[in-house]
């Protein structure tokens, strides 16, 4: 890799200041009690009642591949549907910005605020800006942003990072929430409880006056349909709605790989994607609007930021089809251990561990790590709407990560001695002695010398006292 | 080279190919329910906590005419509907800090979808610019049965994508705190849905 590639990654999508690679971060996360109750909860309870919205559609299946096709379609003619959607959105009174990486997309947003002459902007929570470190990039011009999302706010109000793509604030229980909210809320009620409809409350009273002079607004975008300039947000508290409405000026950012072509392209992903998400049959909101709309000033930005090097990798490529549903996390039992964080971007779980190395296009610990994230269950595919084989790509990720010497080695013996029965054979009586001695606890927590680098991230399982050999050899006959 | 050109220059060349396109079969259902798309809506908005109402259109004023407080309404809508309701017209525009303070708003819808019991407004006469059926609390609308649409392809068919739309279904909620779902947040914390045959 050269210098030019590695700085192209560290514009692109910055991992997280200080953080360990996944197995390191996740060891913290396991270890954390209340947080795999949180986890636990909340993952358990959205699988059931997602189970149930999909199973309501006879047709899931021919949705799902539909939406693959449709999305393998416009990746392939993406340059066409992107001057598409440029031309329509120009025609209907928008303006359009192309962003390289996250620090040019920064910079758009910076100077377009600026421009406005306001110090605070309202957002609606959007994977894009989380992932290009908008809010912190504004914070150094002096412009404030303030999350209205309700998982965003308890994780900004919380000094904390997201954990999850459509709960951000996943990894924080109620009784967690009211504490945070007591304590960094301005105005929240003394009297404030840790039921969620009271915290739900606060938070709209806290935001409300905020959204009634908030004068501009950053957004995402769910899907934006080229044919017709039409951008779509899916959302469910309102406050999507009242940052695309109530401001003069509204600036969204969007993957340039959100694009669909056409308006009847909605009817597919507007069935699958509430119901993989939230589990709904429609979330409570959704806006649709197609270049500058009622008086407002509109710009959008399109963001690649290590998107069309993703689309050079044909076995890679599919992570761009993802819609954020978040389906994949709250199925992971991987994630629903280690929790979001563990994966050190702003996207967790197994779409993270595919999609973030990608768009970082870079080689650290932490991309290194990631592809190993995994059981490779399957799980993850199964539930996909849009049949991202995220274990496939898992696999061919780790064929491109960097394996050490000792690994190399390790493996070469291996196949060495699985390649002799008398050389297995001796090598399970060995095993079976060196347990004897290691064993504690009814477990291997530590191998000596090299191989304590297999315990480090596992517990070794204890060899068989007698192989299944020698126990064949000696067993009664009839 | 500037952004648009160099991100261009990555993705290739990359003509349009409507065959293509065009080819991508489309075997899923154009509506998952045959029958009687009234009652499926009816049941569908009220599974999301909307108040659902079936009343004969002849009993719209005095329905509407029952609401308690003050409700503001679009240009557009039709007079005899809120003839029995205390109402303020949105002409001149109502300030949003107005609209705030209001009870409520009535409006009519562009299309219906019964399957996820979703109403649908394109913000044309009787129903009023984005913010109108956003800012007061308890959001009243009528739904004649002819906007019903089955499902989900259809009401799209039936919309243009030149007008705003905004897809409501049920009163504003969020799944963000132990993804269990509370109602009412930022927008309307009531809904009622008032069917007309």
Sequence with gaps: MSTDQRMAGAARMPTYVGMPAFPEAARDAVRDTRLRRNLTHATTTIRAKRAAAVSELDDWAELRETAKRIKDHTIEHLGHYLRLLEEQVTARGGTVHWARDAA????????????????????????????????????????????????ELIVQLGHDR??????????????????????????????????????????????????????????????????????????SEGNGRMCLTLPETLISVMGIEKVVPAWQDLEVFLQLLPRSSTAERMNPYTSIWSGATEGQTFHLVLLDNGRTATREDEVGRQALRCIRCSACL?????????????????????????????????????????????????????????????PEVLVHLRSRAVHGRAEKAAMRFAAWTLRSPTRLAFGQRLAGAAGRVLVRRGGIRRLPGPLARWTDTRDAPVPATETFREWWEKRERP | MNAREEILRRLGETPAEPAAYAAIPRPYLRRHHEGDAVELFAERAADYRAEVRRIPGADLPAVL????????????????????????????????????????????????????????????????????????DHHVVVVESAR???????????????????????????????????????GPRRLTIVITD
């Design chain 2, 65 to 136: 005419g029952a609401l308690r407080g003050h409700y503001v309404v679009p240009d557009g809508l039709p007079a005899d509907w809120t003839a029995g309701a205390d109402v303020v017209r949105d002409d001149p525009p109502v300030s949003i800090a107005a609209l705030d303070a209001l009870d409520g708003v009535i409006t009519g819808c562009a299309v219906a979808i019964a399957e996820t019991g979703t109403v649908v407004l394109d913000h044309g006469p009787g129903q009023g610019r984005r913010a109108l059926t956003l800012v007061p």
């Design chain 1, 104 to 151: 040019e997309a920064n910079r758009i947003v910076t100077d377009l605020i600026k421009a406005t002459g306001e110090t605070d902007v309202v957002k609606v929570k959007s994977m894009a800006t989380q992932e290009i470190g908008l809010n912190e990039a504004l914070a150094a011009e002096g412009i404030r942003a303030h999350e209205t999302d309700l998982a």
């Design chain 1, 330 to 390: 709250n199925v992971c039992p991987v994630y629903q251990r280690a929790g979001g964080h563990a994966y050190g971007s702003p996207y967790p779980g197994p779409i993270g561990a595919i999609l973030s190395p990608q768009l970082r296009g870079s080689s650290s610990p932490v991309d290194d790590s990631l592809p190993y994230a995994s059981t490779l269950c399957g799980a993850c595919y199964e539930v996909c709407p849009v049949a991202i084989d995220i």
């Design chain 2, 148 to 186: 019903i649409a089955a499902d989900v392809p259809e009401a799209l068919e039936r919309l243009s994508p030149d007008r705003p739309l905004t897809f409501i279904s049920g009163p504003s909620a969020t799944s963000d705190i132990e993804l269990s779902r509370v109602e009412g947040v930022h």
């Design chain 1, 162 to 235: 997201p954990s999850h793509i459509l709960v951000p604030a996943i990894h924080r229980g109620r009784a967690e929430i009211r504490e945070i909210f007591r304590r960094e809320m301005p105005g929240a009620p003394d009297d404030l409880t840790d039921e969620p409809a009271r915290l739900a409350e606060a938070a709209r009273t806290h935001l409300r006056e905020r959204f009634l002079k908030a004068k501009v607004a950053v957004s995402g975008a769910n899907f934006a349909v080229a044919e017709t300039g039409s951008l779509v947000v899916v959302e």
